[in-house]
């Protein structure tokens, strides 16, 4: 139904920044919400942040809080994460995801996965 590619990873330094993009296509995109997850090194893959339909409501997981920053531009089809003062603990494939559903507050909340973006931060 809809298909969705990641791009902005890269490596960074610690307290950095970087901005990964989402393009969704094959799909009404105002009709998913957009999700944000990551998988470190020996790590299970974790939720980031969700986004609902129109935009509206947000959520983070507590380790990204304040840090992060998830958005989406409709008219573009497309979702955001702006992701400030990054940490080595950061590191990690990032993955866009979309859900049919209209909850955005973990994975069971998403039906499509993009194939990832690596982010590395070093110090």
């Known amino acids: 139904q809809v298909q969705v590619g990641e791009s902005g990873g890269g490596l960074v330094q610690a307290g950095g920044s970087l901005r990964l993009s989402c393009a969704a296509s094959?799909?009404?995109?105002?009709?998913?919400?957009m999700g944000w997850f990551r998988r470190a090194p020996g790590k299970e893959r974790e939720f980031v942040a969700g986004?609902?339909?129109?935009?509206?409501?947000?959520s983070y997981a507590e380790s990204v809080k304040s840090r992060f920053t998830i958005s989406r531009d409709n008219s573009k089809n497309t979702v955001f994460l702006q992701m400030n003062s990054l940490q080595v603990e950061d590191t990690g494939v990032y993955y866009c995801?979309?859900?049919?559903?209209?909850?955005?507050?973990?994975?069971?909340?998403?039906?499509?996965w993009g194939q990832g973006a690596q982010v590395t931060v070093s110090l």
């Open positions: 995801a979309a859900g049919r559903g209209g909850r955005y507050y973990g994975p069971l909340d998403y039906d499509y």
């Open positions: 986004i609902s339909r129109r935009g509206g409501g947000t």
């Open positions: 094959g799909g009404t995109f105002s009709s998913y919400v």
